[in-house]
């Protein structure tokens, strides 16, 4: 019968090691930490005996428990009017509580008119906008090329990298929005890298939404022809 060999639960440590150092999100390096020292502790009680090293490894579990525990009960605390969870589970799926919170939170909710011009062609968004209720129109070279309902975003194309809009957005019904500024956007996205990548999945998404429908739309208007 083989003997047992303790480096083993070494050699663990360090794979799971690596592996918290190559994810995004800070609460999963912390529980890639909290395993691998759990997987080292074996080395020090029965490889090496150092009193010391099973010391360390013990507080770097305890810290990291600690702080698990810490965020799991912040996000416990974090809450949602119906509305704000329609817009985090349409468009930010992939933030976390806290982060879809602080997010939100840097935004605005506001009741627009009809007829309120939210983007203009050929200009800078000057915001990010979540259509929560209401209708609106997208015209380019003064023709109406599109049209946005309930639960679109609006802006997520340009608003990252401050290029100019391609289309004049304008509403068409009195409506229900959420946005948030694009300058204040891209300093708050500047400090937060990896909500900043799960952000961009989420218009990438949005804007496939689009293209399916505009494409929908210019087939139909083929066949009418």
């Known amino acids: 019968m083989a003997s047992f060999d303790p480096a083993w639960f070494g050699y663990g440590a360090l794979l799971v090691l690596l592996a918290a150092s190559l994810v995004a999100r800070v609460d999963h390096v912390r529980i890639g930490l909290a395993i691998a020292a759990l997987l080292a502790l074996p080395v020090a009680v029965f490889g090496w005996r150092g009193t010391g090293y099973s010391l360390l490894i013990l507080a770097i579990l305890l810290v990291n428990l600690g702080l698990i ?7 416990a605390k974090v809450s949602f009017s119906a509305e704000e969870q329609a817009l985090r589970d349409r468009h930010f799926d992939g933030l976390g509580a806290v982060a879809a919170r602080a997010l939100i939170d840097q935004g605005h909710w506001i009741s627009a ?15 990010l906008f979540y259509l929560a209720e209401g209708t609106a129109a997208i015209h380019r070279d003064g023709q109406d090329v599109g049209a946005l309902a309930d639960g679109a975003l609006i802006g997520e194309a340009t608003v990252l990298d401050g290029t100019n809009a391609t289309g004049t957005v304008v509403l068409t019904s009195n409506s229900r929005l959420w946005f948030i500024p694009a300058a204040g956007l891209r300093a708050w996205l500047a400090a937060r890298p990896d909500v900043a990548a799960a952000l961009h999945e989420g218009f990438a998404r949005a804007l496939r939404g689009k293209l399916a429908t505009a494409n929908a739309r210019i087939a139909d208007r083929s066949s009418i022809a």
Not at 113 to 127: D, Q, S, T, Y
């Open 69 to 75: 525990a810490r965020l799991w009960l912040n996000r």
């Open 113 to 127: 008119k009809r007829g309120e011009m939210l983007i203009r062609e050929n200009e800078a968004a000057p915001c």
